[in-house]
């Protein structure tokens, strides 16, 4: 976890405080009270990077509520296309003009930028030239290489890709210079339409773009991905887990690899399987170290990799002891350039001297500069800090068997797209909940603040039918807490604040669905928490449960501290209950 920092509040500079009696023993007793022990659970803060709490009035909730109500019903791609083929122009985005504050919050841009369609300087423009890869993306001068990690990720499973951008759209048939993706937003898949103007300088495109100099797909994915939150701005620095599940409407857990399960590899491989993105980070001890430098063994620090596969290799060398299998993973760095690992299994190093061309042809091994490169597992868990696993849920396309089958296949086929994502799983039964913190009414803080923690929303789940593939009478949970529309925001100073959950399981003598008061938090202690509130979007953590209700009492670190969130509940077992309280 990153080390604590200082933050800082809207009237004053301060460090978290360290707690006090009040803040960190719940208050004790007094009186005639049942002859109950005040439970000692405290919560702690893990900021991921320098902030401050952003406040999201309700005020401001209340003025978008109704500004949301006001506004005229959107026209939908096919209608925009229409109007304008009939009127024999080409579209003009009214929502995201070609000036510079559609790049800089402030209108204020290094260099001045000349908007053009493709068009306009490429010969010939097209959407997709053979196909779509994950070679096809080159990072531009924006510094969003989260988002790039997850796109080359998403080109290697062609059905989900084509959810993001669909097929209906080009240069050639019914061109009107208009075009549309589709996102998932807070439970939601959202259609985002732009024109194809594009920011360039001297007749090159200045941010994303594919390495084909008259392929598009790349540059207006990205651009659409920029309106949805406001600005290019607004996609400088991120986490590769924000674009993965917009990309895929999924659920992320995160894999600390400065203690790794013991059976990493078997978790990745059927990550895999099931057709899941997967991407990695490395991130320094030193908060000092620059992002985005370089180490000697090639490796980039804060910097997003996308993780495109993993596999065994039969080592077949002439030395007995040398022989067996080598346990591999092939990254790809979205610079798509000769900046890659040169340890062991890099490109052309002697490891690959002792593997048959068989399983060379069979891995499309090849050694070129494009940012792809492969590690055993053994240097991949040593070099990088965190891996991030994006499920993909149900509601996107449907499964018909399981994939976890060890003899299962895991070969690629010629375009390097999974041949099994066919055949996983449907794998999550979901429930998902829309809540607030509301200022004096529902932002209660997290239970270090136990006078006010009861006032936070509460939801009470039912978990029956325990998993059948263990024999522990056991459910798996996965449960998700989102932040709503913060990078919105970013152009208003908003930032991302510390945010968890804490979970109690209800005695049997207590109904269901009864919100918890103030007493019951005091003598009883959680069951299960987050183990750090953190202070990004999103906060995942999976748990196995005994069958039985269980209260989840979602909430920011601080008290009165705002802002809307999304929570889902990921089970794998048959049946799943819930209520809100």
């Not at 301060?14 to 208050?27: N, Q, W």
């Not at 053009?116 to 959407?127: I, S, T």
């Not at 620090?301 to 002891?321: C, F, G, L, N």
């Not at 399983?359 to 050694?367: A, D, M, P, Y």
Request: net charge negative.
């Amino acid at each position: 976890m990153p080390d604590e920092v200082d933050v800082e509040a809207p009237s004053e500079k301060r460090e978290l405080r360290e707690h006090d009696e009040k803040h960190c023993r719940c208050y004790k007793p007094k009186g005639s009270l049942p002859p109950l022990t005040p439970v000692d659970d405290i919560e702690k803060p893990s900021l991921q990077k320098s902030t401050y709490y952003s406040r999201v009035t309700n005020k401001y909730s209340t003025q978008k509520i109704v500004k949301e109500g006001q506004k005229p019903i959107k026209k939908g791609f096919r209608t925009l296309r229409d109007e304008c083929l009939k009127a024999n122009k080409l579209y003009e985005d009214p929502e995201f003009p070609p000036n510079e504050f559609s790049i800089s919050f402030q209108g204020i841009t290094r260099r001045h930028y000349e908007w053009k369609r493709p068009h306009e300087f490429a010969k010939d423009p097209h959407m997709f030239i053979e196909g779509a890869s994950r070679f096809d993306i080159q990072q531009g001068e924006l510094g969003d290489c989260w988002l790039l990690a997850a796109v080359s990720n998403l080109t290697q499973n062609p059905r989900l890709f084509h959810v993001v951008v669909p097929r209906d759209q080009g240069f050639t048939h019914m061109y009107a210079g208009i075009f549309h993706f589709k996102f998932w937003q807070y439970g939601r898949w959202e259609e985002v339409v732009i024109d194809d103007m594009l920011p360039t300088y001297h007749n090159q495109l200045v941010f994303m773009h594919s390495k084909t100099d008259n392929e598009f797909w790349c540059a207006l994915l990205e651009k659409a991905y920029a309106k949805l939150y406001g600005g290019y701005e607004a996609l400088r620095g991120g986490n590769i887990n924000e674009s993965m599940v917009d990309l895929t409407g999924g659920v992320v857990e995160m894999v600390d690899l400065r203690n790794p399960p013991s059976n990493l590899f078997s978790v990745m491989k059927k990550a895999y399987r099931r057709a899941a993105l997967m991407g990695c980070a490395i991130e320094p001890d030193h908060p000092q170290v620059q992002s985005e430098s370089i180490l000697p063994n090639g490796l980039i620090v804060r910097h997003a990799y996308s993780i495109t596969r993993v596999t065994e290799v039969d080592i077949a060398s002439a030395a007995p002891k040398l022989q067996g299998k080598a346990e591999l993973v092939r990254l790809h760095n979205p610079w798509g350039n000769e900046t890659e690992w040169t340890g062991a299994w890099s490109d052309k190093s002697p490891e690959w001297a002792t593997i048959s061309p068989e399983e060379k042809k069979r891995l499309g091994l090849t050694f070129d500069d494009d940012g792809e490169f492969w590690m055993s597992i053994q240097d991949f868990a040593s070099n990088f800090t965190t891996l991030e696993i994006c499920d993909v849920t149900p509601e996107v396309f449907e499964y018909d068997n399981d994939s976890d089958d060890e003899s299962s296949s895991d070969e690629d086929d010629e375009e390097g797209h999974r041949k099994q994502q066919q055949n996983v799983q449907r794998r999550w039964q979901r429930l998902m909940f829309e809540g607030a913190w509301v200022s004096h009414h529902t932002a209660g803080g997290c239970r270090n603040f136990i006078q006010t923690f009861a006032t936070n929303p509460q939801y009470t789940v039912k978990l029956e039918d325990p998993d059948e593939d263990d024999d522990d009478d056991l459910c798996t949970m996965v449960v998700s807490l989102m932040q709503k529309n913060v990078r919105q925001l970013k152009r208003y100073g908003a930032d991302y604040q510390p945010i968890g959950y804490t979970i109690y399981k209800l005695p049997p003598e207590m109904e269901p669905g009864v919100k918890l008061d103030t007493e019951f938090f005091k003598y009883n202690a959680s069951y299960a928490k987050v183990p750090f509130f953190l202070n990004c979007r999103e906060v995942t953590t999976r748990f196995r449960f005994p069958a039985g209700y269980y209260v989840i009492v979602p909430s920011t670190f601080e008290p009165e501290m705002t802002g809307e969130f999304l929570l889902r509940i990921f089970t794998e077992a048959k049946r799943l209950k819930s209520s809100a309280s």
